[in-house]
T-cell receptor, first 114, second 111 residues
Framework: GAVVSQHPSWVICKSGTSVKIECRSLDFQATTMFWYRQFPKQSLMLMATSNEGSKATYEQGVEKDKFLINHASLTLSTLTVTSAHPEDSSFYIC??????????FGPGTRLLVL | KQEVTQIPAALSVPEGENLVLNCSFTDSAIYNLQWFRQDPGKGLTSLLLIQSSQREQTSGRLNASLDKSSGRSTLYIAASQPGDSATYLCAVVNAGNMLTFGGGTRLMVKP
């Protein structure tokens, strides 16, 4: 079956630092990858959609200069949280879609900004 | 290991009908349950979130119920419209914030 990995699974950082999260499709080519964020007791919310080789499309209210997304290959997308602050602490999940409509989700990355 | 099942896998109804989508899960120790909508080529859109202590949530024509003890949730869509055509996914959150999705119900509402 299709497998999506995320790295790291946990990250703790100081306020003001930048954090990069990787999302990889291990056994299929992902033409589209999605990045989601989930705050405690809230629903999973879509942040942005990235297609390989093009700029990401951000949802309303998501700062594109703060959440940099790079989808440089068909198996890798990265989300960089620049100058992270405590309010950015959340659970970040990516999903990848290949040729079909099914999205395969990564295990998530928990970010804690101190 | 949590398993989430959605029935039916596909549903086609005429416009105006009220309909029910079902979601069942094997491990009742959940934090919350979420219903999403997926349109072709798009990311998931959150519809309703039910905390484990709640029994139902309503948003417009949508009503979701949760029976944690029996491991079931239903999404009720009133007066269906062609614009409701999409794939509906339920997901449960367990300890450690593990998110487990069901396989989805593909809904087609015919004008």
């Amino acid at each position: 079956g299709a497998v999506v990995s995320q790295h790291p699974s946990w990250v703790i950082c100081k306020s003001g630092t930048s954090v990069k999260i990787e999302c990889r499709s291990l056994d299929f080519q992902a033409t589209t990858m999605f990045w989601y964020r989930q705050f405690p007791k809230q629903s999973l919310m879509l942040m942005a959609t990235s297609n390989e080789g093009s700029k990401a499309t951000y949802e309303q209210g998501v700062e594109k200069d703060k959440f940099l997304i790079n989808h440089a290959s068909l198996t890798l997308s990265t989300l960089t949280v620049t100058s992270a602050h405590p309010e950015d602490s959340s659970f970040y999940i990516c999903s990848a879609r290949g040729s079909g409509e099914t999205q395969y989700f990564g295990p998530g990355t928990r970010l804690l900004v101190l | 290991k949590q398993e989430v099942t959605q029935i039916p896998a596909a549903l086609s109804v005429p416009e105006g009908e009220n309909l029910v989508l079902n979601c069942s899960f094997t491990d009742s120790a959940i934090y919350n349950l979420q219903w999403f909508r997926q349109d072709p080529g798009k990311g998931l859109t959150s519809l309703l979130l039910i905390q484990s202590s709640q029994r139902e949530q309503t948003s417009g024509r949508l009503n979701a119920s949760l029976d944690k003890s029996s491991g079931r949730s239903t999404l009720y869509i009133a007066a269906s419209q062609p614009g409701d055509s999409a794939t509906y996914l339920c997901a449960v959150v367990n300890a450690g914030n593990m998110l487990t999705f069901g396989g989805g119900t593909r809904l087609m509402v015919k004008p």
